[in-house]
T-cell receptor, first 112, second 114 residues
């Protein structure tokens, strides 16, 4: 879960298609997860969260899936729009703690 | 509702100068976090305050960095003296213990130390 590296993985999708961004989290004790969207020059913006007692949670055009068995989190964006272009981070936190572990981020590029 | 407010948004300074970054958390939030973001290390937690009290400052790089939270609506992060390697984007985030523990980030201060 430590953020490293100079190069972010990039996902390119056609406008209107669905996007799936994946995240492998590091701590099996983590019980709360957030997806953030960070646009260029801005701070991370909360998108959706999920607790470990759930497998799936839906928002507006976004769905988060949690697989605790393999410590995997995914963010699905339906009908991807140009405004969805950004870097997406997952963050995990264990119960009773305040420290979040942030993923390295994935850059989403929406092609017109 | 106003989100987390940070100032300045951009700061360019020379090595050796003192830099002060400011943050106003979301009203009613009692937890405040300072982060630093770089390409090499991503988001790093510097310090965490709860009810204005510093709880964990283990992420503060060295003695040149200090942070204060004199009241529930204001916090500062100071670098003295600044060095080129301090160049980064500094984010402040706040959360409420009454809510879902979600952290809400400010727009950040982009610091460049020449």
């Amino acid at each position: 879960g430590e953020s490293v590296g100079l190069h972010l993985p990039t996902l390119s999708v056609q406008e209107g298609d669905n996007s799936i961004i994946n995240c492998a989290y590091s701590n099996s004790a983590s019980d709360y997860f957030i997806w953030y969207k960070q646009e260029s020059g801005k701070g991370p913006q909360f998108i959706i969260d999920i607790r470990s007692n759930m497998d799936k949670r839906q928002g507006q055009r976004v769905t988060v899936l949690l697989n605790k068995t393999v410590k995997h989190l995914s963010l699905q964006i339906a009908a991807t729009q140009p405004g969805d272009s950004a870097v997406y981070f997952c963050a995990e936190k264990a119960g009773g703690t305040y420290k979040y572990i942030f993923g390295t981020g994935t850059r989403l590029k929406v092609l017109a | 509702d106003a989100g987390v407010i940070q100032s300045p948004r951009h700061e360019v300074t020379e090595m050796g100068q003192e830099v002060t970054l400011r943050c106003k958390p979301i009203s009613g939030h009692n937890s405040l976090f300072w982060y630093r973001q770089t390409m090499m290390r991503g988001l790093e937690l510097l310090i965490y305050f709860n009810n204005n009290v510093p709880i964990d400052d283990s992420g503060m790089p060295e003695d040149r960095f200090s942070a204060k939270m004199p009241n529930a609506s204001f916090s500062t992060l100071k670098i003295q003296p600044s060095e080129p390697r301090d160049s980064a984007v500094y984010f402040c985030a706040s959360s409420s213990q009454l809510a879902e523990e979600t952290q809400y980030f400010g727009p950040g201060t982009r610091l460049l130390v020449l």
